[in-house]
């Protein structure tokens, strides 16, 4: 764990409490630093969120702009939450801004309440055009919630994920998600579920928040090699997203018609999106410890070593997905390393990686990880060959002698930050 991370857990409860209410006594005596902000993109959704916001943010960038972003969680250092014009805030300055927060007395804020008005903190003290500001959990009542004049709100996909507090029920999930909507603050809306968007429609009408929403306002879908924006006003030719899979043609679409909403030029859309990076949402690793063990085995520049942090059943669908497009092109011998916490729907998630070919090694990770051997089960029961390893390290070893070619480690964020944390060189920056 990293030292900012160890101090808040030390000083604040270690749990999830949705409400706004601790949010707003505590930024009532920081001095509503929330209301300071340079103009705020709000962004919410299950799947995608992420992406997105590191597509527009390189749009934003590639237009001259300087950008503040706030996103969770982080993979090795709390750093990487909190980045200001550009660059992820020093210890220096995150330390002086944590000691403001721990004088409050008299207001127990979670971890992630103190981090989320450490970032606002922050941002209302550094000049900036434009702050992205994602939500952690859920929506409304969310501690970035206490944002009441956001120039855009954008809803990423709806989907399942974090059961013990949002439910299972996608009209719920929706109606959090769709708490971010605000009046005078345009919604721009991913393709959603039926359920999920008769929902967003209905809590647009009741604040009175025109939308633009995917399939219907705008679209985009890949196009010889690149990717296609389209919407009532515009057609865009644009290159194929940095990030990888077929699902980030979507993303980086939303990211394109808020891009549109803020005037960025058209070529500022398209170098973002041939620019945009996003550690570990298939992300190719060639360094570090398990870069270079990839790299070294077989023949032909060695094995393939992907990574990626999702880990429910939408994001386990755009991994098979993309897995299923890379491996029709050049088709390898393919295993997952797979992780994921003990709250999540391992069914859902080898459910949906059932027809991919793989062989799956189970690992844990430090926190409340699954037990490796029960997860292999799981795997095991939706037809999947399966076994524990006992980490990473040796479940790598086991996939590249057994001739794996192209080798996934993914099922969780907390996984996929203990792999990136092995060697400084991967440190995402």
């Known amino acids: 764990m ?53 597509f527009l943010r390189a749009m934003a960038e590639a237009a001259g702009l300087r950008v503040h972003v706030y996103t969770s969680p982080h993979l090795v250092r709390f750093n990487e939450r909190i980045r200001l014009a550009g660059e992820l805030i020093s210890d220096e300055a995150l330390s002086r801004i944590l000691d403001r927060i721990e004088a409050v007395r008299g207001v127990e804020t979670t971890v992630f309440e103190s981090a989320t008005a450490a970032a606002f903190v922050a941002m209302s003290k550094t000049p900036a055009d434009l702050a992205i500001v994602e939500v952690g959990l859920g929506g409304s009542l969310d501690a970035t919630n206490v944002i009441e004049r956001p120039l855009l709100s954008v809803i990423a996909p709806v989907d399942l994920d974090h059961a013990e507090f949002l439910g299972t029920d996608i009209a719920g999930i929706a109606g959090e998600k769709a708490g971010i909507l605000k009046a005078g603050a345009r919604g721009i809306v991913a393709r959603q579920s039926e359920t999920a968007m008769a929902v967003i ?90 870069g270079a063990r990839a790299k070294a085995a077989g023949e032909q520049g060695g094995a393939e070593l992907w990574l990626d942090g999702g880990h429910n059943p939408h994001a386990a669908r755009a991994l098979a997905q993309s897995l ?65 390893a006992p980490s990473v390290r040796s479940a790598l070893a086991r996939a590249l002698s057994l001739g794996a070619g192209r080798v996934v480690i993914c099922g969780s964020l907390y996984l996929a930050g203990e792999v990136l944390g092995a ?4 440190w995402p920056s």
């Open 2 to 54: 990293d030292p900012v991370s160890a101090r808040l857990r030390a000083r604040h409860p270690q749990k999830i409490d949705l409400s706004l209410d601790r949010m707003r006594t505590l930024c009532a005596v920081l001095g509503q630093p929330q209301l300071s902000l340079p103009p705020v993109i709000h962004v919410a959704g299950t799947n995608g969120k992420g992406s997105t916001v590191a």
């Open 201 to 290: 429609e209905a809590r647009a009408a009741a604040v009175h928040t025109p939308l633009t929403v995917m399939g219907t306002d705008f679209d985009a879908w890949g196009e010889r090699g690149g990717m296609v924006f389209q919407n009532t006003e515009r057609f865009l030719d644009l290159p194929a997203p940095a990030l990888i899979g077929p699902h980030q043609i979507a993303n980086a679409g939303l990211a394109a018609a808020v891009a549109l909403e803020l005037d960025l030029p058209e070529t500022a859309i398209a170098e973002g999106i041939a620019a945009a990076r996003w550690p570990a949402r298939m992300q190719r690793l060639t360094a570090g410890p398990y």
């Open 324 to 388: 299923a497009e890379r491996q029709a092109r050049a088709p390898r011998p393919l295993a997952l390393i797979v992780g994921m916490l003990a709250n999540k729907d391992h069914g859902g998630f080898f459910e949906a990686l059932k027809d991919s070919g793989a062989h799956i090694f189970t690992v844990g990770f430090d926190g409340a990880a699954a037990e490796p051997e029960a997860l292999a089960a799981v795997a095991r029961g939706h037809g999947l060959g399966a076994q524990a």
């Open 423 to 426: 060697d400084p060189a991967t």
